[in-house]
């Protein structure tokens, strides 16, 4: 029988937030437990996972131009913000709510019936969500979260928080790698929908998210490029090592995020930067066999894009095609007679968190930094073939693009630009938070992403500058602890152009 991701959430919250201990004393039956298993916990988890990623993707990815608005001038588009929306909050909800204390829950029961394994995965997936959401916010609650009696909370800087990730992934791996007690694969694999209880899979993932932190400072003066290498050659090893998040897809209830069922897409279009960098304008002519797989083409069989703040110019038959719908082959094909869903944009897609492609580019990233251009080029390569790969392009399509002028037939050839473009590709959409984190660390450089102009038209607010992070979540900062916010300057219009610590 299938297992659904989106098993209520609220199931597990109201475990959480209703066991106040008199209350429990006076109720307390024993056929019905009060706190909910580590088997029960997961699969809610890896949905909020999905769910803090996906909705904020919506407006990321408008940063950093993998999609784009349907009208001219949308305050996304223009790299702004909504204000008095939690629009682009969804990461703050996901870690500090929806993840939150379920993760304690999860440590503190399993660690008294010595089930490492579970101890091992809930710390790992906490490094995740501090990691993935310190680099969107930059400052945030560490220090006093979670303190009991406490309704105002002071922010901690992202040095601090980059700091709490090593620490809490290297303490995960240890437990992870544990095999006493009641570790057991059967046993974790009840509520592991990703990994199935594979504690190996887990400590990839884990080094995953090292190797992101570590890479992450790579303008820093103690960047290490070897110890990126080093966590980098302990992750994810191929695709099947992917942290996917699976979907059942019956419904709305259990579709992917990107799905056609769900249409949380209807008002973006495909943006004429992924086209440049697909049809062959970027890359000496040459058209990528994945375009077909990613990308739609308009009724007339041409494929378009839209550049930000323009929008779709006319909405006729032949506009740029809307995200995730297909056309059929005819060009005279309706509306109507559309085919829903390609690439990870169909309903029962898995959601990726981290993928061996990405891990190939870091790596090559790093290796490129540290002058070791051979560990570089034959990361690059792992990198495209794993996407092409992720992508179901055929292998002779795939190794005649690796022989093409679109990629460097050498090591001596390589280019910055060659790794973080075709990184841009593997990540496009699903990975479009860590595409923004490297956007930012190369400034938005129009030399590393060749072809890349930010908008004519900026938001009123910036001052000319361009967005470098999303904006505390608005009802439970700016309504509940605006003193705090005050204090770091995030009531300030202009606090989202603010460049965060790891980047300088």
């Known amino acids: 029988m299938k297992r659904n991701i989106f098993l209520s959430f609220l199931v597990a919250t109201t475990l959480l937030f209703s066991s106040c201990d008199d209350y429990l004393d006076i ?48 305050v996304w588009d223009q790299h702004g913000y909504v204000a008095g929306s939690d629009a682009a909050g969804e990461k703050w909800r996901q870690h500090y709510w929806a993840i939150g204390r379920n993760v304690d829950l999860i440590i503190s029961e399993s660690t008294k019936k ?86 190996s899979k887990w400590i990839k993932f884990t080094n995953a998210v090292l190797a992101r932190n570590a890479h992450h400072l790579s303008n820093k003066s103690n960047y290490n490029a070897d110890k990126v ?53 970027t890359f000496n002519g040459v058209q990528d066999p994945r375009l077909s797989k990613m990308l739609s083409p308009s009724p007339d069989g041409e494929y378009r894009g839209v550049s930000p703040v323009v929008g779709d110019p006319t909405n006729t038959t032949n506009n740029p095609m809307r995200i995730p719908l297909l056309w059929g ?63 179901t392009v055929a292998a002779a399509d795939r190794d005649a693009y690796l022989a093409s002028d679109a990629v460097p037939q050498s090591a001596d050839a390589l280019t910055l630009s060659d790794i973080m473009l075709q990184k841009y590709i593997a990540l496009w959409v699903h990975g479009a938070l860590e595409t923004w984190v490297d956007m930012r660390r190369y400034r938005y450089s129009s030399e590393v992403y060749k072809g890349f102009t930010l908008p004519a038209l900026l938001f009123v607010a910036n001052d000319g500058k361009p967005a470098y992070r999303l904006r505390p979540r608005y009802n439970s900062e700016f309504v509940w602890n605006l003193d705090a916010l005050n204090k770091i300057g995030a009531t300030e219009d202009n606090f989202h152009t603010i460049e965060p610590w790891f980047i300088k």
């Open 329 to 391: 082959v005819a060009p005279t094909v309706t509306v109507a007679a559309q085919i829903p869903g390609k690439y990870i944009f169909t309903d029962k897609a898995a959601h990726p968190i981290i993928t061996y492609s990405e891990v190939q580019f870091i790596k090559a990233e790093a290796a490129f930094k540290k002058g070791d251009r051979a560990t570089a080029f034959d990361a690059f390569k792992k990198g495209i073939t794993a996407h092409m790969d992720f992508a």
């Open 229 to 281: 290498i080093e966590y980098c050659d302990k992750a994810l090893a191929s695709n099947a090592d992917n942290f996917n998040v699976p979907h059942a897809g019956t419904s709305t209830s259990d579709g992917n995020f990107f799905g056609p069922t769900r249409n949380n897409l209807r008002s973006y279009r495909q943006s004429a930067y992924i086209l440049s960098l697909l049809n062959g304008t």
């Open 114 to 199: 010595g089930q490492w394994d579970y101890v091992g995965a809930a710390k790992a997936i906490r490094a995740w969500s501090w990691q993935s959401s310190t680099d969107v916010y930059g400052e945030m609650i560490l220090s006093q979260v979670f303190e009991p009696n406490r309704y105002v909370f002071d922010y901690d800087s992202q040095e601090a928080i980059y700091k709490e990730v090593e620490r809490l992934a290297l303490e995960a791996i240890k437990d992870l790698e544990r095999t006493d007690g009641a570790v057991s694969q059967a046993s974790l694999g009840r509520g592991d929908l990703v990994y199935k209880g594979d504690r």
């Open 27 to 74: 109720n307390f039956d024993p056929s019905n437990p009060q706190l909910a298993e580590g088997f029960a916990l997961l699969p809610p988890m890896f949905s909020e996972m999905v769910r803090g990623e996906a909705f904020d993707i919506r407006f990321v990815g408008q940063y950093i131009q993998n999609w784009n608005w349907i009208a001219a001038n949308n």
